[in-house]
């Protein structure tokens, strides 16, 4: 059976330990068919917990002899493992940048790295403020907010964008990341781009403004602004929980975080240029004005090597990924996280990079 999500991975285990089963006892056929048996380690997004359980769970009845175990350790936590050669694969909010590219071809050899999209979700900013049921921000007045440029809820500047709400003279109480977090970037990523000079930092996986509240992985966040009034956080939507969910500016309109407003940004979004050839990477487009787009959209990556030492890890790693592209796949995730199916498009591009995984042994 496959390990629940969150089981812990104990820094420098073996990635994978598999048992050979010999190619005419397998019953062929794709993922439920080459029937696999061994152990398979990943880390990294806490975003992606929900989505891992429905995965573990399609996946443990196509391949009951693997094992699947997933650390919710946090983006950085999981390229640093994947890297060090800990863990088979990572999970991430963000793609691996020029430096970490440079380790992973030492990790991974000339054939390189995979990076593949196979999780879209929208970024929820969260609020708990008493007898307001209804938030609108704008990107300048989300950005001065989470700068701390704004303190109160009853700042003129959030009264203009809810006309007719009566908004009380209640401290603001920013809470966000103290993990280094694929979250956090992708949301400066946003202030940035959207927030225009209301944000003067720069994009980063560590929260870049002292001061607010901290609270460890995306739970840590929805349970810190849980516990307050007054409070506004950034969560991935699917553990938001019964918190109120603030609708951003986009053009002329107010627009909510779901799946399908997620998935309409990155359809008018561009693969980045100049990496690896299963290097899927994405430039999300942060500053779209299109109807029905929200632009705070988390694209979470599975991250591996498209050559690995081991035939048999290999096998586990294209195994467990071509479940998670797959539209059964697709479909468990949203069900338990309410994520944005990959697009036809998306899963055509990442079956390339599923067929390219071997072994060099």
């Avoid at 999981?78 to 990790?107: K, N, P, V």
């Avoid at 390189?112 to 999780?119: A, C, I, R, S, T």
């Avoid at 607010?212 to 602004?225: K, L």
Wanted: hydrophobic fraction near 40%; glycine fraction near 12%; aromatic fraction near 6%.
């Amino acid at each position: 059976m496959a390990a629940a999500a969150g089981a812990v991975v104990v820094a420098g285990a073996a990635a994978v330990v598999a048992t050979y089963v010999p190619p005419n006892e397998r019953i062929q056929g794709g993922t439920a068919g080459e029937q696999l048996a061994g152990d398979l380690v990943g880390a990294g997004a806490s975003s992606q917990q929900a989505a891992m359980q429905g995965w573990q769970a399609g996946y443990a009845g196509a391949q009951p002899g693997v094992s699947l175990s997933y650390d919710p350790v946090g983006s950085g936590g999981g390229r640093e493992q994947f890297l060090a050669g800990g863990i088979a694969f990572a999970g991430s909010d963000a793609a691996l940048d020029e430096e970490e590219l440079a380790q992973a071809t030492e990790r991974c050899g000339p054939a390189g790295v995979f990076e593949l999209p196979n999780y879209i979700s929208p970024i929820a900013v969260v609020y708990n403020l008493d007898g307001v049921d209804e938030l609108h921000l704008s990107p300048e007045t989300l950005a001065r907010v989470f700068d701390q440029q704004i303190t109160v809820w009853n700042d003129p500047a959030v009264a203009a964008d809810n006309p007719g709400v009566d908004l009380p003279a209640v401290a603001i109480t920013p809470v966000n990341r103290s993990d280094e977090s694929g979250t956090t970037e992708n949301f400066t990523e946003y202030l940035a781009a959207a927030g225009s000079e209301a944000w003067p930092h720069e994009p980063d996986g560590d929260w870049p403004r002292e001061g607010g509240e901290a609270a460890q992985g995306n739970s840590g966040v929805v349970a810190a602004v849980a516990a307050g009034n007054g409070t506004i956080g950034y969560a991935d939507l699917s553990q938001a929980r019964d918190l109120g969910v603030a609708a951003i500016g986009v053009g002329e309109e107010f627009v909510l975080p779901t799946s399908e407003a997620a998935a309409a940004v990155v359809e008018n979004s561009k693969t980045l240029e100049g990496r690896g050839e299963y290097d899927f990477a994405i430039e999300l487009n942060r500053n779209t004005t299109g109807s029905g787009q929200y632009p705070i959209v988390l694209v979470s990556y599975h991250i591996g090597c498209v050559e690995y030492a081991e035939q048999l890890t290999a096998d586990l790693v294209r195994s467990f990924m071509g479940y998670v592209i797959s539209e059964d796949g697709q479909e468990a995730a949203a069900e338990v996280a309410g994520s944005a199916p990959i697009s036809a498009a998306l899963r055509e591009q990442a079956q390339t990079a599923v067929d390219a995984i071997t072994g060099a042994g």
